[in-house]
């Protein structure tokens, strides 16, 4: 999720014109996506024209991401998890099908929905949303919980379970090359309730596509271990908002949004060797979102005149030496409680909750609405 922000105001320099030094308060160090911190260092970095606290709306949206995965991975929102059966069967198999009886580490898996028993195995190359990182036999664990005739577990101790085996899984299968902000998580499909009660007590562990929400159905192509891990969306996607909060998931500009992509930044192409510094980053970063803004809405004035913001994240050392290497400069704009709500593609015309934005006038300075937590922006002098 973004971590830094900027903000057009007219009769300001462009963001790829002069800069003006950050004041005591302007330095953020949050880390989204978790409740660490980022960077401790204390210098001052080039910024136009205000910085906004991103990090602080991120280590929130980190702790919903964590409860509702917990709640819909391991359960999928139904007791039978992805159990499937076979059409010409009166009964439910002791497995939940051919499909995931015959699974193995590195296959790959999709269905049309958590409540259906359709679970069907794909070649990787096609859009799919599990990867099989291995499978586990809780027959053979220590003492009678998982023995015949055992209750079916819940949600919470599946979600035990997968932490228990599926994290170490993940990590071998990858070689410890998870990155923890990226995005792909560890989830895990159990037998289904039918397939317990026949005495099947295979689990699978795996990685897969998992928005904020808890969505478990967004596709991906391709292995994770062959893929870039980095959290980006193609140009031009719109993020979704719920209760001032981006939830992650793409929908059309026209619907109403958090932020809006407008260009991918491959830091690989600037930075070699060990993960650079979130000054240097940001550093960087600002020159390429500013042309990207200029390339992408038609001209500096045109973010000037729409109120809105540019911002990005940065990468951490755990992403950086996990192999990811991208970043999103992104446009929206914060509000008092979070993100404002935008409807319309920023190319165009847009509404900001609701109203059309109104222009600063062109003798008077603005200032972006700090997030929740965040210090005023200081007026440039």
């Not at 922000?5 to 800069?19: D, I, L, N, Y």
């Not at 070689?175 to 995005?183: K, W």
């Not at 062959?226 to 980006?232: K, M, P």
């Amino acid at each position: 999720m973004p971590r830094r922000g900027r903000a057009g105001a007219k009769r300001r320099r462009s963001p790829a014109g002069g800069r003006r030094r950050s004041r005591p308060g302007d330095n953020d160090r949050d880390a989204p996506f978790d409740a660490e911190t980022g960077d401790a260092e204390a210098a001052e970095k080039a910024l136009h024209p205000h910085r906004l606290r991103w990090g602080l709306l991120a280590v929130a949206i980190g702790a919903v991401v964590a409860a509702l995965v917990t709640l819909s991975i391991t359960g999928f929102r139904s007791s039978h998890g992805l159990e499937a059966r076979d059409p010409g069967s009166g009964k439910p198999p002791g497995r939940a099908d051919a499909a995931f009886g015959a699974a193995k580490t590195g296959d790959c898996l999709t269905w049309t929905s958590a409540k259906t028993l359709d679970l069907t195995k794909v070649n990787c190359a096609d859009k799919h949303l599990f990867e099989v990182t291995s499978d586990i036999d809780l027959s053979r664990y220590p003492g009678r919980e998982f023995g015949l005739g055992s209750a079916f577990p819940d949600s919470l101790r599946f979600a035990e379970l997968r932490d228990e085996h599926c994290a170490p899984a993940a990590a071998a299968y990858l070689g410890g090359r998870l990155d923890p902000r990226g995005r792909f998580v560890v989830g895990m499909v159990n037998p289904g309730e039918p397939g317990w009660r026949n005495g099947d007590r295979t689990i699978r562990c795996g990685l897969q596509l998992v928005s904020a929400t808890g969505n478990a159905t967004q596709q991906t192509v391709g292995r994770v271990r062959d893929s870039d891990q980095s959290r980006i969306f193609d140009p031009g996607t719109c993020i979704g908002i719920n209760q001032n909060l981006p939830t992650n998931e793409p929908v059309p500009c026209g619907q109403p949004h958090a932020y809006e992509a407008m260009s991918t930044v491959d830091l690989s192409t600037h930075f070699n060797g060990g993960p650079p510094a979130n000054s240097d980053q940001d550093s960087f970063m600002q020159d390429e979102c500013a042309r990207a803004a200029g390339d992408y809405l038609g001209g500096q004035d045109a973010l000037i005149n729409k109120t809105l913001t540019i911002f990005w994240d940065s990468l951490d050392a755990r992403s950086w030496l996990a192999g990811s290497r991208k970043l999103n400069c992104l446009v929206g704009k914060g509000s008092q409680d979070g993100f404002s709500t935008i409807t319309g593609s920023a190319k165009g015309d847009v509404l900001i909750d609701g109203q059309a934005p109104v222009a600063p006038p062109s003798s008077g300075r603005s200032t972006p609405a700090p997030l929740p937590g965040a210090a005023p922006a200081p007026i440039p002098r």
